[in-house]
């Protein structure tokens, strides 16, 4: 079913009981990385032959992590947020980026997910200290903060993404340094999530 809508619609976060569960999502049209509530990750690789279809394919990965019956852990609780690396402006990725992001962010907003966007220089930031630098750096911080190792940076980004939105909400898997946990109050956070 297809509605309109304005942006006031989207899902406000709420308090409630309970542990909070976050999922990461680093969106690409070839290779978006999902990181699940449980902190399991996978990539959703996608074939450029496909073209368009590629948005279906991408949009029921995200279904199947939030829940709907069917995710992960076999349930249908929803995340209580999803945090997502947002657009790179001035890229040529910008614009396949941007339909991966309109596709994911309406299936979100249908389920009630709430989404915060982080940037990539502020998710680097928070993971290494420095907010350039390539892909290394973010893959060797997790194998030294969380003892985590991924196959691919797609996988690292969401799992990282993950790992913010549980630090920014007090339930941090691993201690980093004040000034780079400082570094998440550039993103738009909801005051609170359903838990």
Not at 41 to 46: E, G, I, L, M, P
Not at 71 to 91: C, Y
Not at 112 to 128: C, I, R
Not at 174 to 186: D, G, I, M, S, Y
């Amino acid at each position: 079913m297809s509605t309109l809508f304005d942006a006031s619609e989207v899902p406000a976060a709420t308090t409630a009981a309970g542990p909070l569960t976050v999922i990461g999502l680093d969106l690409s049209l070839t290779a978006t990385g999902i990181a699940y509530a449980d902190g399991t990750t996978a990539t959703v690789k996608t074939r450029q032959k496909d073209g368009d279809r590629r948005l279906i394919h991408i949009a029921e990965a995200i279904h199947w992590a939030i829940g709907d019956g069917q995710g992960p852990m076999g349930t249908d609780v929803r995340p209580s947020l999803a945090v997502i690396e947002d657009i790179p402006q001035n890229s040529f990725a910008a614009k396949p980026v941007s339909m991966v992001h309109g596709v994911v962010r309406t299936v979100l907003i249908e389920a009630g997910v709430p989404y915060v966007l982080v940037t990539a220089a502020t998710l680097k930031a928070y993971a290494t200290g420095k907010g350039a630098g390539d892909k290394v750096p973010m893959a060797i911080a997790a194998l030294k903060r969380a003892g985590r190792e991924f196959p691919d940076d797609n996988q690292c980004d969401a799992a990282w993404l993950r790992w913010a939105g549980l630090d920014w909400y007090g339930q941090a898997e691993f201690v980093l340094p004040a000034a780079q946990r400082e570094r998440l109050a550039k993103a738009n956070w909801p005051e609170a999530v359903a838990r």
